[in-house]
């Protein structure tokens, strides 16, 4: 007999976590930022939400079409979106993606886009793409969200052809001429994109939804132009870091991570990032591997205008996304009740990485490495 979603109960911890509630929730923006901070965070969830509620069309797109069974309750179709937990999840190939597809969803991924780009001063990719005349390269973005980044590419370079995969269909209709969407594609399935024919394949935030890398890696290998192809690979360390000790051994959101990193780990779709990246990628068959990690601070608690300004970013994107990123893996997989455990480790998640008294951070790292000729 199974458990939440389907899950075999062996998977299930033995006990419930008991977290004493915290103070009555509040949707203002975290207290602990200034005002500087906080006029950045409203512009851009308000512009954000304004323009997602001019599409309503597409919204409620995101709505399954429903039937109703002689007991009263609703039969969904096969491949519709469902809501749990007062979220959408995409329906296409059902439960195996812990995250949800809704407008919220889609902010959060629009947030970290500019995160990024905030991070990287402004620098789309580090791996090459070809610009001799008389080219079209070829992009490929593999789970592209809402397409963002892939219309940024498809803008700089207008002679490319690029092309985002997805599970879902999230991507804006009005898109640049040379830039399609194939949705929806598991990108862990077999893949029909021509082999040897790509110039630059890219991938972001994949922890969470890969069950193989060096499948995954091989993939994409195989399907980069021999001598010229190159992959783009970014991802955030999520796992707490401090050098001060101002983030105690206790804190919760040092257990917030372990429970998240435990949860995916027990579905075989671990969001922990994968250190043996360098090896996989050489395993591969890659060569002219290159790494390069950049600090991201969880507030604007750093003194350096940069860090601070990708602090803030950050911390947008992740009090935004804390419900996306954890209901799932801890309702399904643990089995806990949302309300009386779930969102009270979340509140105090948030006032951590809120306080700018602790000096905590992640890592992103982005890899780039090339095809050989042989």
């Known amino acids: ?50 323009a997602a509620l001019s ?39 059902r439960g195996l993606y812990m995250y949800p597809c809704d407008e919220a969803e889609k902010d959060r991924m629009d947030i970290y886009h500019q995160f990024f780009a905030v991070a990287r001063r402004g620098q789309l990719h580090q791996a090459p793409v070809p610009t001799q005349p008389n080219v079209q390269p ?43 969407f194939r949705v929806p594609r598991d990108y862990e399935s077999p893949w029909t994109l021509g082999e040897d024919s790509w110039d630059l394949i890219h991938l972001r935030m994949a922890c969470g939804s890969v069950t193989s ?29 401090c050098d001060d000790h101002t ?14 990193a435990d949860a995916t780990h027990r579905v075989s779709r671990p969001i922990a990032y994968e250190h043996r990246t360098r090896q996989l990628l050489q395993q591969a068959g890659f060569i002219d591997i290159q790494e390069t990690v950049i600090r991201v601070p969880y507030n604007t608690w750093p003194n350096d205008p940069h860090q601070k300004d990708i602090g803030r970013w950050y911390n947008l994107g992740l009090t935004e996304g804390l419900e996306a990123l954890t209901i799932a893996p801890l309702t399904r997989v643990y089995q806990w009740d949302l309300n009386a455990h779930v969102r009270p480790v979340l509140e105090s998640v948030r006032r951590e990485i809120c306080n700018r008294k602790i000096h905590a951070y992640n890592n992103i790292h982005i890899w780039t490495a090339r095809r050989p000729q042989q």
């Open 1 to 50: 007999m199974g458990g939440a979603a389907g899950l075999p109960l062996a998977l299930m911890p033995a006990r419930l976590l008991v977290v004493a509630a915290p103070a009555s929730h509040t949707t203002r923006l975290p207290h602990s930022l200034d005002d500087d901070d906080n006029k950045v965070t409203r512009h851009w969830t308000c512009s954000r939400r304004e």
């Open 55 to 93: 599409d309503l069309n597409k919204t409620a797109a995101l709505a399954p079409m429903v039937t109703m069974a002689s007991n009263g309750l609703p039969v969904p179709a096969q491949n519709s979106n469902y809501m749990e937990n007062g979220r959408w999840y995409h329906g296409y190939r």
């Open 138 to 180: 070829r992009i490929l973005d593999v789970g592209c969200g809402t397409g963002i980044w892939a219309i940024d590419m498809a803008d700089k370079y207008l002679n490319a052809e690029v092309l985002g995969l997805d599970l879902v269909n999230i991507q804006p209709e009005k898109i640049p001429p040379n830039l399609r």
């Open 213 to 241: 890398w060096p499948e995954l890696y091989q993939k994409i290998f195989s399907h980069l132009k021999p001598g010229t192809g190159w992959i783009e690979h970014i991802e955030i360390d999520m796992e707490p870091r």
């Open 247 to 260: 983030l105690p051994p206790d804190s919760m959101l040092t257990k917030w991570y372990g429970w998240l």
